[in-house]
């Protein structure tokens, strides 16, 4: 096993160590600023004299009107993705709904204060029962009412510090206004209490580049303005009481790391030459056409239902042939999988016009939306064929969602009727547990961890609360892999993993241990798992995967398998 050279900086902290969720790389040193803190909330207090209160709801008017005019102002001179965070805020500020519930609670005598506090208690009571993304939403609107609250006051608006100095910045959790205004030039890393990797701090993190860890609990409540800390945003871990050497020392090493990953050539194979095939994961001709400036061998996994998600009516069988010929082009010769439409739940296409249902994640998605509409999936199959005649690759089609034999039957001659080479994602646990019946129908299938892993765990994947739960490295989820790997390889059929596990270099290592032939990660990700894969032998990726699924835990999971591998991943 060749030595990691991140395994050789011993940090021994003595201070205060904070777990989070590591979302944007990087290993940065440097001493720790709060966000300023948000105003009191009022409780609700003495009623307000009747004749007083038309001249209260123009007072929260005028401030509703402030705040909006102020996110307008800092759209315009902002750019990109945070003008238009900064806009959507503008309009949420604006929006008669709220402000109709703010009057009725003035015209109940409570004054403006009190009045923001209940029509927003309203509306984010309304978003957390939508849950998901929606719930995402509810620290913007909450930022809103503070912002609305401290100009009724009169005092300074909540948010940034103003900062002379790089620091690394943490909050509760940062507001869109907070992070489309902050300037990179002076923070080192975002460290937030709250949030999830589809929170808007971990989105604007993302654009500008910068370290982050979100989610690290109440316990970063334990850093004081002024701390030096070490950030290690690849483990999601704040450390204080670093010596500077060691932190010095650290940050090269992950430098060094980024080098190893930017120099790697591929193929990819363990230490003792086994073959992982790298393919990319890809959404549209563009991210095909990037994968291919990549060391991807071929694309593993086609996202077929995104170029079309917003078409009003369904896409000719030309229109869409047209887009997978462009794909199959940036890939000549080489593998491409495309996975047909998976509709439905996080994912509905506009000209489906499905019915809507209670429980989407369990509704009508995938491959059972051609239950109802068999002449699309055929529409999609024949356009697929169509590119795949002038292409001459390999070209293998997969279903989502696929659950049970005959579903497998049925896709796999509809496909061979084609010329086109069936598979099937795994990420339904029936498929999984199906597999010695389902694979003999099929020539390959592909794990989708993101959907296995929150159906095996019952937590919907998009839940940051629930974030610990849907975890691939759950040992029930590792465990179900690896029977679904061992069927593979006692039927001959190659078992691939598109979920975004495959963009996880330790898991990387414990999936090809339990026999997966492929990998497909997003093509920015490829690199490091190749290169991770480059330092580890076969026999440690099968020992890895024999202890994962012995762990009771998925802390234990990663543990074991950092130590097994001896990769510094373990959080
Ligand atoms: C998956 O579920 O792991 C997967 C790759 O599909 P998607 O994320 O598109 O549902
Ligand atoms: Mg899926």
Known sequence: M???????????????????????????????RWAHHRPDLPVSGELIPEDERQTEYERLLAAVDTVARRFRERA??????????????????????WSKNAKKAISAGHPADVAAVRATAKFSGMFASLGGVMAERITDLEDLRDRIIAEIRGEPEPGLPSISEPVVLLAEDLSPADTATLEPAKVLALVTMRGGKTSHT???ARQLGLPCIVGAGRELSRFQDGTTVLVDADQGVLHSGVDPEAARAAMSAAAEHTRRITRWEGPAHTTDGHRIKLLASVTSVASAQQAAATQAEGIGLFRTEIPFLKARRE??????????????????????????????????????????????????????????????????LDAISLASAESGGQVSVMAPMLTTVTEAENFAILCRERGLSPGAMIEVPAAALMADLILPHLDFVSIGTNDLTQYVMAADRMSPELAELADPWQPAVLRLIRHTCREGQRLGTPVGVCGESAADTLLACVLAGMGVSSLSPAAGALSAVGEQLSRVSMAACQRAAEAVVQAATAQQAREVAAHLLDVPGAR
């Open 315 to 380: 896409p000719t069988v030309v229109e869409q042939s047209q887009i997978y010929a462009e794909v199959l082009a940036a890939f000549p010769g080489r593998k491409v999988v495309f996975r047909t439409f998976d509709a439905g739940s996080d994912k509905p296409l506009a000209f489906l016009d499905m019915a809507g249902e209670d429980n989407p994640a369990l509704g009508v998605r995938g491959l059972r939306v051609a239950e109802g509409h068999p002449s699309q999936l055929q529409n999609q």
């Open 2 to 32: 060749e030595p990691n050279p991140r395994n050789s900086v011993d940090l021994n902290p003595s201070g205060i160590k904070v777990q989070g969720t590591a979302c944007v790389s990087g290993i940065v040193y440097g001493p720790v």
């Open 76 to 97: 315009d001179a902002t750019g990109g993705e945070a003008a238009e965070v900064l806009r959507a805020n503008a309009v949420m500020a604006a929006d008669p709904a």
């Open 202 to 204: 971990a989105i604007i």
